[in-house]
């Protein structure tokens, strides 16, 4: 019996690529055994409007885009409460999550991985009434994700949002903050960034130990970097994130299942690389292996 697939397709994303390999991934889906249906997504967040809607009408659920494609595909599943495996073909700028996962970035083997049906279960962060796949973050070049010109990403790829950072990084202000780690004394001083991940790959750039990386045992890799006293102690710092050398003084790399923030004036988030609000309060949480996703 042939399987009925959902795929949702964000016609815009890597230069409209979508569009151009849809018919080959069609193929690929049906001589794999699927009816698939085609969904186009046409505004900011219709991935999980789509997903919501329709996907318990369906065995297997797949969209085509970028992390933020993928990330909205995820909330509306788990808001429909769908326990259908989720497929993804990674189009776009950055593609962290595909990253870590391992996913081809040629999309016909993309497609190809998911029709061997090869699957694992993925974490899934909540940050209030919001859900985020890799990342929820404040502080330097959180802005930088969805502040940077598209057309700068799109020829520059990393290393605008490097270029970007740079430029801010002698203009940043301490942000004073109080963290809280699941049960655990809490942590206050003066942060240039803070990050609760389930990612090896940031922004493309700042890469963490996928061997420290567990992506479905409950626990964030949270990131903590300290303000730094001048220019010179800055870059030192952004050299440790680079190479991995994370010097206790500057940086704190740890894991908690709940993290809390308590800031001393309204502090901008990002969450998946998009504009996730101002807060002075934030709670995150951790809904252990929420979803099932395709893997080569």
Known sequence: MRKKLMLILNPVSGKQQGNTVLGKVLETFST????????????????????????????????IGGDGTFAETVSG?????????????????????????????????????????????????????????????????????????????KLLGHLAYMFEGMGKLGKLSPIRVVVQLDDQPPIEDDFLFGGVVNTTSIAGVVKLDPALVDLSDGLFEVLLVKNPKNFLEGSQILGEIMTKNYNPEHITLTRASRVRFFFTKPTAFTRDGEDGGKHIEVEIGNLKQAVTVFIP
Do not use: W
């Not at 595909?98 to 998911?114: D, F, M, V």
């Open 32 to 63: 794999g055994g699927f009816i698939t249906t085609v969904y186009f997504t046409e505004y900011a967040g219709h991935a999980t409007d789509l997903a919501r809607e329709h996907a318990k009408d369906y065995h297997t659920i797949v969209c």
């Open 77 to 153: 599943l788990i808001t429909a409460e769908a326990d259908c495996p989720l497929g993804y073909i990674p189009l776009g700028t950055t593609n962290d999550m595909a990253t870590t996962l391992g996913l081809p970035k040629n999309p016909l083997r993309a497609a190809k991985a998911i029709v061997l049906g090869n699957t694992r279960p993925l974490d899934i962060g909540t940050m209030g009434d919001e859900h985020f796949t890799y990342i929820s973050a404040f502080g330097a070049f959180t802005e930088v994700s969805y502040q940077t010109p598209t057309a700068n990403k």
